[in-house]
């Protein structure tokens, strides 16, 4: 798989999550390695949520991780908490903020 087709792959999966009532800012980026390796963000803001294929510089949090993780994740078959137990997933900046995502992958419509 790659960048561009991980990258649209996951922006159809998210592209329906109901953000409507999160009226706080939060923007988290990707760095995806392995076969698919590249960056993308996702931020929600004034209740709209927003993907693009580019760095986020005043993000949130940063999750690094393979597109598998992170589709296993979009997808509801991992919980963000165990994969960074298990050292599938790291995350930088703000921890409180970086909770929000599982919240954020549960308003997806699969």
Do not use: W
Request: hydrophobic share 45%; glycine share 6%; aromatic share 10%.
């Amino acid at each position: 798989m790659t960048y561009a087709e991980m990258f649209e792959k996951m922006k159809v999966m998210l592209k329906h999550a109901d953000v409507s009532d999160i009226h706080e800012h939060l923007s988290y980026q990707f760095n995806i390695t392995g076969q698919a390796a590249g960056a993308f963000y996702i931020e929600v803001k004034d209740g709209t949520l927003f993907i693009e294929p580019y760095e986020y510089y005043d993000r949130d949090a940063l999750f690094t991780c393979t597109a598998e993780t992170l589709f296993k994740l979009a997808g509801g078959k991992t919980d963000p908490v165990a994969a960074v137990m298990l050292g599938k997933l790291k995350v930088e900046g703000s921890i409180e903020k970086a909770l929000r995502l599982k919240e954020l992958l549960a308003r997806t419509k699969l």
